[in-house]
């Protein structure tokens, strides 16, 4: 077993998942200000802080993904990957530095921050990451994904993750197809599967470990602004035959993103992935919202009371580790 493998396996076992906590400046700014709280370096830090200390780090969370602010700052002279080390979570790192319109196609999007990653991925080693993401984003309409936006994204998927292995951290494959839209559940399918396909073209041609990778899908969905519903059942059996088809039985995991859908919403629906999942592949959560939304909105109104902002927490946590293993159920949300 190669120690990226090891890595990858240690995050993601015995019902584990990654808390996404690597919203950039911009994006924890909005998170912040819409529940009526100053977005400064203290309060995000303040916030993250109380996460990391919670409960749910010793027996929920297998990584945390840490955004470059926070694994640069300290708490009483512990540096923020010490103390997630000391619940035997694993630190790790958004690389990616965001979206820029992608010149030949204006309304699609390309992710940037390959120039220089090789320096920037020995810094964060040696601020204590031992894995890393990267996001692809894609946009659904009639014709869109367009193949180059496909293309071009997978190829910096690729080029970062082999950049990423050879700095001896594991890449979290991160090609999301958005919920936003009024799309069919149907191309959501269609469309995520060429994305997924095409991702693991790139990678394989660009001699990437698959062992030792996560990949971090979106869920089968329709898109947000559809008036079509689905059940979880459905959701489930979509992902897991688009998940089947296009990745290789190599890649030992997958944890999902949340993208927009609710904590209740994303944990039902990862429990009945799990429940009719027949492959191989380790299945679980690597959520940013679905984590800390109500923990969020409790704190903004009670700052000084940690333990209740973290009780908040570890019941999602909690509830998402259930979900990992098949083993959640509605009635459980009421305790
Ligand atoms: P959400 O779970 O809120 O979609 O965030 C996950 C993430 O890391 C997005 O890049």
Same mark, same amino acid.
């Given at each position: 077993?190669?120690?990226?493998?090891?890595?990858? +396996?240690?995050?993601?076992?015995?019902?584990?998942?990654?808390?996404?906590?690597?919203?950039?400046?911009?994006?924890?700014?909005?998170?912040?200000?819409?529940?009526?709280?100053?977005?400064?370096?203290?309060? !995000?830090?303040?916030?993250?802080?109380?996460?990391?200390?919670?409960?749910?780090?010793?027996?929920?969370?297998?990584?945390?993904?840490?955004?470059?602010?926070? #694994?640069?700052?300290?708490?009483?002279?512990?540096? #923020?990957?010490?103390?997630?080390?000391?619940?035997?979570?694993?630190?790790?790192?958004?690389?990616? #530095?965001?979206?820029?319109?992608?010149?030949?196609?204006?309304?699609?999007?390309?992710?940037?921050?390959?120039?220089?990653?090789?320096? !920037?991925?020995?810094?964060?080693?040696?601020?204590?990451?031992?894995?890393?993401?990267?996001?692809?984003?894609?946009?659904?309409?009639?014709?869109?994904?367009?193949?180059?936006?496909?293309?071009?994204?997978?190829?910096?998927? &690729?080029?970062?993750?082999?950049?990423?292995?050879?700095?001896?951290?594991?890449?979290?494959?991160?090609?999301?197809?958005?919920?936003?839209?009024?799309? &069919?559940?149907?191309? /959501?399918?269609?469309?995520?599967?060429?994305?997924?396909?095409? /991702? @693991?073209?790139?990678?394989?041609?660009? =001699?990437?470990?698959?062992?030792?990778?996560?990949?971090?899908?979106?869920?089968?969905?329709?898109?947000?602004?559809?008036?079509?519903?689905?059940?979880?059942?459905?959701?489930?059996?979509?992902? +897991? =035959?688009?998940?089947?088809?296009?990745?290789?039985?190599?890649?030992?995991?997958?944890?999902?993103?949340?993208?927009?859908?609710?904590?209740?919403?994303?944990?039902?629906?990862?429990?009945?992935?799990? +429940?009719?999942?027949?492959?191989? @592949?380790?299945?679980?959560?690597?959520?940013?919202?679905? +984590?800390? *939304?109500?923990?969020? =909105?409790?704190?903004?109104?009670? *700052?000084?009371?940690?333990?209740?902002? *973290?009780?908040?927490?570890?019941?999602?946590?909690?509830? /998402?580790?259930?979900?990992?293993?098949?083993?959640?159920? =509605?009635?459980?949300?009421?305790?």
């Amino acid at each position: 077993m190669s120690a990226l493998n090891t890595t990858a +396996l240690k995050i993601i076992s015995s019902g584990k998942g990654i808390l996404a906590t690597d919203e950039s400046t911009g994006t924890m700014t909005k998170r912040l200000e819409s529940v009526n709280v100053i977005s400064n370096s203290e309060n !995000r830090l303040k916030f993250r802080n109380i996460l990391f200390s919670s409960e749910a780090m010793n027996n929920c969370i297998g990584g945390v993904i840490l955004y470059d602010e926070t #694994i640069k700052q300290k708490v009483n002279s512990e540096t #923020i990957s010490e103390i997630i080390s000391k619940t035997d979570t694993i630190p790790g790192i958004k690389v990616d #530095i965001g979206v820029k319109n992608l010149s030949s196609s204006k309304e699609e999007k390309i992710t940037e921050g390959l120039d220089g990653l090789r320096e !920037r991925l020995n810094e964060y080693f040696s601020l204590g990451a031992r894995f890393t993401k990267w996001r692809g984003v894609y946009k659904i309409t009639e014709t869109l994904p367009s193949k180059l936006a496909i293309f071009t994204n997978a190829h910096a998927l &690729a080029r970062y993750s082999s950049l990423a292995q050879e700095a001896g951290m594991v890449p979290i494959v991160e090609p999301e197809v958005l919920m936003d839209g009024s799309h &069919a559940y149907k191309e /959501c399918y269609k469309k995520t599967s060429e994305v997924i396909k095409r /991702c @693991f073209e790139e990678l394989i041609l660009q =001699k990437v470990d698959l062992k030792g990778i996560i990949l971090k899908p979106n869920m089968i969905l329709p898109g947000n602004e559809s008036n079509e519903k689905i059940n979880s059942e459905q959701v489930a059996e979509l992902t +897991l =035959k688009c998940l089947t088809e296009n990745v290789p039985k190599e890649v030992p995991g997958i944890a999902f993103l949340s993208g927009g859908q609710t904590e209740v919403q994303a944990t039902e629906n990862l429990n009945m992935i799990n +429940l009719k999942n027949n492959s191989n @592949f380790i299945i679980t959560y690597s959520y940013g919202r679905a +984590l800390q *939304q109500n923990a969020l =909105k409790y704190w903004s109104n009670n *700052q000084d009371d940690i333990n209740g902002t *973290q009780e908040i927490f570890n019941h999602r946590a909690k509830m /998402c580790t259930l979900a990992a293993k098949g083993q959640w159920n =509605k009635e459980l949300e009421k305790n």
